[in-house]
């Protein structure tokens, strides 16, 4: 049964899916004509698609009758509707027979787009926001343009339903406390320090420093296979309000995660991309086995914190009861704040 408090929470689910910018993906990932990315959130989708060299970003529904143009979650291919044959490309419809339809009906036969702005290399999309993608990112903005620049490329795609609200599982990634309970033989290998967080209105930022030696005189001596526009040697952590995270250990790939609500209550469609850093050209070969074992690693911690997740009462999100913070919990701090002030309006 769904009662009440769950239909509540998902209709404000909606208004920060609606109402604020939401970091899709680096340009990068789609470099070719026909390449795309399908996401989901709140049962519906939302796809990139490069369309001869310009990105768009639609709802994946066939203006005739509704059809899905794709069903992969990414891949190369016409945005031509297996239907009827609609087709879209180089920015217009082209309809087979368009004798047999009504001009006006015609006239309304676009693509449901959403709007689309850029911070460097990274592509945001909101169906209706109610503010500029410079004043949501406020002081992140340059660090992100940077970060932005960095990248060459995508080597994994990670997609997960965890069976938690998209608020349980987006909170267990803005705290460190658990690394050493939930990620013993992961993450916490890398010995993170305390670090320093930062806060912006709609963004929070944790830098940390790396404790194991060895780990660090092993990352430093593939540096010089890398061509880094900019880099920080420790571990980096993003939140962009609402639902997303990116995250570095120095420098070298991010991961790009995605907790978008489903449409169920209590169900979070997870993603996490692993973007590559930018290597010298003779360098990429060498580097394969180090991004495939970054992917690999970045995979057991996602199932680890999604069985944490999953363990966790589905009522305690919205129970005083359970809010008590640690100090190395204030980033879940500040994203509460962040909820109210974008739902009391
Ligand atoms: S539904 Fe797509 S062409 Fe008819
Ligand atoms: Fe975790």
Redesign the pocket.
């Known amino acids: 049964m769904i009662d009440a408090h769950y239909l509540t929470a998902q209709a404000q689910a909606h208004r920060l899916r609606d109402e604020f910018w939401h970091l899709l993906c680096h340009r990068s990932e789609l470099p070719a004509s026909g390449d795309y990315l399908k996401l989901d959130w709140l049962g519906q989708e939302v796809v990139v698609f490069n369309d001869h060299g310009e990105l768009v970003v639609f709802d994946n529904l066939?203006p005739?009758?509704?059809?899905r143009f794709f069903t992969d979650s990414h891949g190369n291919a016409p945005l031509t509707?297996p239907?009827?044959?609609?087709s879209y490309r180089a920015g217009a419809m082209h309809i087979p027979c368009r004798e047999r339809y009504a001009q006006a009906d015609l006239a309304r036969a676009t693509l449901h787009t959403l709007q689309i702005d850029w911070c460097a290399d990274f592509l945001f999309a909101a169906p209706a926001p109610r503010m500029a993608l410079e004043d949501q990112l406020g002081g992140t903005y340059n660090l992100l343009a940077d970060v932005s620049f960095n990248i060459a490329g995508r080597s994994d795609l990670n997609a997960r339903d965890f069976a938690c609200d998209w608020r349980v599982a987006l909170e267990n990634a803005l705290e460190p406390l658990h690394v050493p309970f939930v990620h013993p033989e992961s993450l916490a290998q890398l010995q993170l320090g305390d670090g320093v967080n930062t806060f912006t209105p709609w963004t929070s930022i944790w830098h940390a420093e790396l404790g194991n030696s060895a780990m660090i005189k092993k990352l430093r001596s593939v540096k010089r296979l890398f061509a880094l526009d900019s880099q920080y040697e420790g571990y980096q952590s993003v939140y962009l309000f609402p639902f997303t995270m990116l995250s570095s250990t120095f420098s070298y790939s991010y991961s790009l995660q995605h907790f978008f609500p489903a449409a169920q209550p209590g169900r979070t469609h997870f993603s996490s991309r692993l973007l590559n850093g930018a290597t010298r050209p003779a360098s990429a070969a060498a580097l394969q086995g180090f991004f495939d074992a970054s992917a690999h690693m970045n995979r057991q911690v996602f199932a680890e914190d999604q069985a944490i997740c999953e363990r966790i009462a589905p009522g305690a999100i919205d129970d005083e009861r359970f809010a008590t913070l640690a100090l190395d919990e204030e980033k879940i701090g500040h994203f509460r704040s962040c909820l109210q002030t974008a739902l009391a309006v």
Do not use: D, P
Not at 83 to 86: L, P, V
């Open positions: 066939c005739h009758r509704g059809t509707c239907y009827h044959g609609w």
